[in-house]
């Protein structure tokens, strides 16, 4: 339950950066296309639920249509379980090229010594400091520091370097 807690303070704590004008795009953006994707996906999971129940149901008797009300629940599991692990996926990807790097030294984010974070805009440090912490696992958060900087191209917003044991 106090991660559930936790995850709504993260969606306040998200609805919140959309006024802020800088993160604007990095938030409004995909909050709108991750809402038109899954209410998508939705929609079409239940028509297409319906239609496979008729379908099915069509070739077993009249007393067996008791199953419908016992497949809804369990399709409404599956979605739920579908876009949880969807999430995770997608932030595994994000982050693969830096595991990688990790991997290929022998190590990985359980292991990380000491971390410096570069910001173009300090603006940004809650929202890289959400994400930050989503990455690592719980209770092993290195030395860190963050800072604000000119960085080597203007398309970038953040840099970061560590330092971790194999």
């Known amino acids: 339950m106090k991660d559930a807690a936790k995850g709504f303070g993260y969606l306040r704590e998200g609805i919140g950066l959309i006024r802020q004008s800088g993160l604007r795009r990095y938030v409004a953006v995909p909050l709108l296309v991750s809402t038109l994707v ?11 639920l319906g239609v496979l129940l008729d379908w099915l149901l069509g070739y077993l008797p009249g007393w067996l249509n008791w199953l419908r009300y016992l497949l809804w629940p369990l399709f409404a599991l599956t979605g739920v379980l579908v876009v949880f692990y969807t999430f995770s996926i ?4 994000i982050a693969a090229p830096f595991n990688g790097l990790l991997a290929e030294a022998g190590s990985d984010n ?57």
């Open 38 to 48: 899954f209410s998508a996906a939705i929609y079409f999971g239940i028509h297409w």
């Open 110 to 166: 359980s292991k990380l010594l000491s971390a410096t974070i570069w910001l173009a805009d300090m603006r940004d440090y809650d929202a890289v400091n959400e994400v930050w912490d989503a990455w690592l696992p719980e209770g092993a958060a290195p030395a860190r520091a963050c800072v604000e900087a000119k960085l080597a191209f203007a398309k970038y917003t953040v840099e970061i370097g560590v330092i971790a044991a194999r």
């Open 90 to 93: 997608i932030t595994n990807l």
